[in-house]
């Protein structure tokens, strides 16, 4: 299922800066108007951060 189809559309993509995404990546992205965002450098604990924020959104939003 295609976002659009849904009617949304995707504006913004937050990635890290590991080598594992290559530069056409980014390029694909720039044509389809999708706009790639880094995360800060070295940050080791955004994943652990970033789940707690998810689960008390999850809970907050969600739960009531």
Known sequence: MDLEDAGNRVRFLI??????????????????RIKTVLTGIRMPRINSIMERWVQSCRHELLDR
Do not use: Q, V
């Open 15 to 32: 990635r890290d800066r590991d080598g594992k995404f290559p530069a056409l990546m980014d390029e694909i992205l720039a044509e389809a």
